[in-house]
């Protein structure tokens, strides 16, 4: 089982999970090596690359001037850059000095939405229903849910559009009590987070500090498909000051 907060003697630290804010660093090459299908990777120690998981994107980044695709290794629970397109990363052998940056307003979209997708995870089940399905990807993230009898009481559409109001105002209501967003480890050594005392989930993505720096929270009118409903929605992160 591979642990989200690091890879044990790795000698790797996932900085993405402490601050989401960290989006440039200088750091050095832990650990390089060629896939099976020949292409190079690396692992540095300051990891500040998000991998694709949970729902959430890969972030978009950069080793000097070479942009690079972060993937979580399965074997080592390493998360490894590879170059998106030609050489950009031969060479590079455990030591060197690198310049690691993130794609910030990037970043900073995809927390919101992951953020902003467990508020509407913490929502729904204010309404009785179970989480079924999350996908914070831009402009199509959405939370599937399953409601109680299959959803029979929303067979209405008065009752959904009742429902879609309901989740709209229990969000609005969090992100003017701005609420903090943290994380902690449980007893498992599985990373929490929290917004609040509102809601807790295991997740290893990356999120705001509070929810007042979510804007623009948006979310459609509730659908019912094949006994789920679903809940799209839409963030964005706010501008900084
Ligand atoms: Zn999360």
Redesign the pocket.
């Known amino acids: 089982m591979v642990h989200h907060s690091s890879a044990a003697g790795s000698g790797q630290a996932a900085l993405y999970l402490q601050d989401t804010y960290l989006t440039d660093v200088v750091t050095n090459v832990v650990a390089a090596g060629r896939d099976d299908a020949g292409g190079v990777w690396v692992a540095v120690r300051h990891s500040i690359f998000h991998p694709q998981g949970?729902g959430?994107p890969a972030d978009r980044g950069w080793l000097g001037a070479c942009e690079v695709v972060p993937v979580r290794h399965a074997a080592s629970g390493l998360v490894v850059l590879h170059a998106r397109q030609g050489g950009g990363l031969d060479g590079l052998a455990e030591g060197d000095a690198v310049h690691a940056r993130v794609d910030t307003g990037l970043r900073r979209l995809h927390a919101a939405l992951?953020?902003a997708?467990?508020l509407v995870e913490a929502a729904g089940r204010g309404e009785g229903w179970t989480l079924a399905a999350n996908n914070?990807f831009p402009d199509q993230a959405r939370i599937e849910f399953t409601p109680p009898e299959a959803g029979a009481h929303l067979a209405e559409v008065e009752e959904r559009d009742k429902a879609t109001d309901r989740l709209r105002s229990f969000v609005d209501l969090a992100i003017a009590d701005d609420l903090p967003v943290t994380a902690d480890h449980d007893g498992e050594g599985r990373r929490v987070?929290r917004l609040g005392d509102l809601h807790a989930?295991p997740?290893?993505?990356?999120?705001v500090r509070s929810l007042a720096e979510l804007e623009h929270v948006t979310i459609p009118a509730v659908k019912l498909k094949k006994g789920r409903v679903r809940v799209s929605y839409s963030a964005s992160h706010r501008q900084p000051r």
């Open positions: 949970g959430q992951h953020t997708g467990h914070h987070v989930a997740c290893g993505g990356t999120h």
